[in-house]
């Protein structure tokens, strides 16, 4: 029997086999709905053409084999015998949508009493299983966190004097990892606190010195503490950079450069005083340095390397970009629209609204709900429009930081696990192992993390369904 007369409507039926699951099906009853892959069979008129839509065809037996699920075709069946989809509860209802998905069968087609529950079902994993996504996420990039630590610790064992090296290295990264580094990571923080305290102190009248000319000069008990800071920073930075394990790569870290900042401005002051005393015409070079004395303040975050919190807060920023740009947005808009506002109900009658450039400062410092009271609206329309910006930047500010507060939570607890890690090692008689990562759950996290985004990809692209399927 041909192809051409196998397939016309009006032969009366054509025979399915789904994966043995077979049934004989009455052609009419197909046509109903044209748009379906059955229906869209009756209307092939060559065997190529059968072939795109059905796994395989027999001439001898007019049968059309297809390769899918025998236990979900019923459902399938019935929505050609009733016109309505219906799904069970025990069904998984990603597998049911890619079903009917294939056969060409719309989801308005469920029935009103399972439309409701199917659609809860489908929206129910981005809701509910976004905190152990993120928690997996957090755990895989902890995994890659510990595999980078005894990768570089690893280094060592390839170097001359290496096990005495790895030992400083770890001393002097990784502070709780002894005894000695607790200590040296204490002392750290107390020459950052003094070395902050002076700057502060030395901005007092009550300290101020003056010289024979009457200009203000450096207190020579501040220039002690200060030249002893930047002594013990630069020795910290030279000490770590001599045992780095990849000198190549030493200040790709955010810390090693946060802590060559601290100590730069100190050196290009030295530099650029000794420029101006050699010649007077490059005597503005000393406002330059003036800039520079006051980058001091930036040693403070040398505190983040013996801070988790720090850390974690740094990390957050770094991988919040997209939440603080929204936030940044709302503000923008919430700013621009209240200042427009208040401008136009005060600008008569009140001196601090008289520009819409004042609106701006004015509305920026209510909705972050500041408040300085310097510019305040007069008019009792002024102030219903000022309670209303105060309201929205209360909204618009709340928004965001929930995406924010829980990336903080994340990120701290992973630091919290490389800490653990680090301080829990040991590398006497070099590296046999990372005893601490379990690499059968590592790479279980990578091919779940892998899974799940190809299944997003499939529900997020219906229209990419037919390459997913010719991957089977």
């Not at 469920?110 to 993120?134: A, I, K, N, V």
């Not at 600008?347 to 972050?368: H, Q, Y």
């Not at 829980?406 to 090692?425: D, H, I, W």
Request: glycine share 6%.
């Amino acid at each position: 029997m041909s192809a051409q007369s196998a397939c016309a409507p009006e032969e009366g039926a054509i025979r399915i086999n789904v994966g043995g699951f077979r049934r004989r099906l009455l052609s009419k009853r197909l046509s109903r709905f044209p748009e379906t892959r059955l229906a869209r069979l009756l209307r092939c008129r060559s065997k190529e053409s059968i072939l795109e839509l059905c796994d395989d065809y027999d001439d001898s037996e007019n049968e059309f084999y297809f390769d899918r699920n025998p236990a979900l075709f019923p459902y399938v069946l019935h929505f050609y015998n009733t016109g309505r989809l219906h799904v069970m509860d025990e069904l998984c209802i990603f597998s049911f949508s890619q079903e009917i998905e294939y056969w060409g069968i719309d989801e308005l087609f469920l029935d009103s009493c399972c439309s409701g529950s199917y659609h809860c079902r489908m929206m129910e994993p981005e809701e509910t299983d976004w905190d152990d996504q993120s928690e997996e996420r957090s755990t895989t990039s902890s995994f890659d966190e510990i595999l980078e630590f005894y990768n570089d610790a690893g280094k060592f064992d390839k170097q001359l004097l290496g096990s005495i090296r790895r030992r400083i290295w770890l001393m002097l990264d990784n502070p709780g990892y002894s005894i000695p580094s607790r200590l040296i990571s204490i002392f750290s923080i107390l020459v950052v606190l003094g070395s902050i305290t002076t700057m502060c102190m030395n901005s007092m009248s009550e300290f101020t010195l003056l010289d024979a000319e009457g200009r203000p000069r450096e207190d020579p008990r501040f220039e002690a503490v200060e030249h002893f800071g930047i002594g013990w920073f630069t020795f910290e930075l030279l000490s770590r950079f001599a045992v780095a394990p990849d000198l190549l790569h030493f200040f790709e870290h955010p810390l090693n450069l946060i802590d060559l900042v601290s100590i730069l401005p100190f050196y290009l002051t030295l530099v650029i005083n000794l420029v101006a005393e050699s010649s007077p015409a490059l005597a503005n070079l000393g406002r330059v340095a003036q800039v520079l004395r006051l980058m001091r303040i930036f040693r403070i975050l040398k505190l983040a390397r013996h801070s988790t919190g720090l850390r974690s807060l740094g990390a957050t920023l770094k991988n919040s970009y997209k939440e603080i740009g929204l936030l940044l947005l709302y503000l923008a808009v919430g700013v621009s629209f209240f200042s427009v506002m208040a401008y136009t109900v005060e600008k008569e009658d009140n001196e601090g609204l008289n520009t819409i450039p004042a609106g701006w400062w004015w509305a920026t410092v209510s909705m972050t709900t500041v408040g300085y009271g310097d510019v305040v609206p007069g008019s009792v329309v002024g102030k219903l429009t000022a309670s209303a910006c105060i309201l929205a930047g209360i909204l618009v500010v709340v928004l965001p930081i929930t995406l924010i507060f829980n990336k903080f939570s994340l990120f701290y607890k992973r630091q919290k696990q490389l800490e653990t890690v680090m301080r829990s090692c040991n590398f006497d008689g070099g590296i046999k192992e990372a005893p601490s990562v379990n690499l059968r759950n590592y790479y279980a996290h990578k091919v779940k993390t892998l899974m799940a985004s190809l299944s997003n990809m499939s529900r997020s692209s219906p229209s990419d369904h037919s390459l997913n399927m010719s991957l089977h």
